[in-house]
């Protein structure tokens, strides 16, 4: 390195001294109203939901014109996601809800469950509070995901995906 480069750098380093690092945002650290592009479209982001019961783990509530879907990403597997589709269930008791399901032919176990609080921004099924969740997943890696919260059951429809499948567009 010429004397030049070494004069221009230290000159560099004092011009920037002072100002914030940058740091590249990850999937992790999005916002309401960031914009993530996933399967070729673009989805807003219109709800976060975080869960200290499980921490790293955080579910996106996403929109594309009419589609609603959510995002759930798990920090202790950063290069995989699980995209998810509300559908109507039928469990009315959460005594009720089973170790495994047949769900349109395929046969969905148990992978994990659990409890604990959770807090919501924006729009998303679940508010700031106490919710259980139990997740299934088919040989295929097909997900069925189930939540109880303040009475209320929500169920979902979900397949397992890459990271790199979502990008971050603006926010």
Same mark, same amino acid.
């Given at each position: 390195?010429?004397? *030049?480069d070494r004069m221009r750098r230290i000159f560099e380093s004092?011009? &920037?001294?002072?100002? /914030? !690092?940058?740091?590249?945002?990850?999937? *992790?650290?999005?916002? +309401? &109203?960031?914009? +993530? @592009?996933?399967d070729l479209e673009d989805w807003v982001i219109e709800g976060?939901? @975080?869960?200290? @019961?499980? /921490?790293?783990?955080?579910? #996106?509530?996403?929109? @594309?014109? $009419?589609? %609603?879907?959510?995002?759930?990403?798990? %920090?202790?597997?950063?290069?995989?996601? +699980?995209?998810?589709?509300?559908?109507?269930? %039928?469990?009315?008791?959460? &005594?009720? !809800?089973?170790?495994?399901?047949?769900?349109?032919?395929?046969?969905? *176990?148990?992978? #994990?469950?659990?409890?604990?609080?959770?807090?919501?921004?924006?729009?998303? /099924?679940? %508010?700031?509070? /106490?919710?259980? #969740?139990?997740? *299934?997943?088919?040989?295929?890696?097909?997900?069925? $995901?189930?939540?109880?919260q303040e009475g209320r059951f929500f169920h979902y429809d979900?397949?397992?995906?890459?990271?790199?499948?979502?990008?971050? !567009?603006?926010?």
């Amino acid at each position: 390195m010429s004397l *030049f480069d070494r004069m221009r750098r230290i000159f560099e380093s004092e011009t &920037n001294a002072g100002k /914030p !690092v940058l740091r590249e945002r990850t999937l *992790f650290d999005l916002d +309401v &109203n960031d914009i +993530v @592009s996933l399967d070729l479209e673009d989805w807003v982001i219109e709800g976060k939901v @975080s869960y200290h @019961s499980l /921490p790293g783990w955080v579910m #996106y509530w996403l929109k @594309s014109g $009419r589609q %609603r879907q959510g995002l759930l990403l798990d %920090r202790s597997v950063p290069d995989k996601a +699980v995209v998810i589709t509300p559908f109507a269930g %039928r469990t009315d008791n959460v &005594n009720e !809800v089973k170790t495994e399901y047949i769900l349109d032919g395929k046969h969905f *176990f148990l992978d #994990y469950n659990g409890e604990g609080t959770v807090d919501a921004l924006g729009l998303t /099924p679940i %508010r700031t509070g /106490p919710v259980m #969740y139990w997740q *299934f997943e088919t040989d295929q890696r097909e997900i069925y $995901r189930i939540e109880w919260q303040e009475g209320r059951f929500f169920h979902y429809d979900g397949r397992w995906i890459d990271a790199f499948e979502v990008s971050i !567009v603006a926010g």
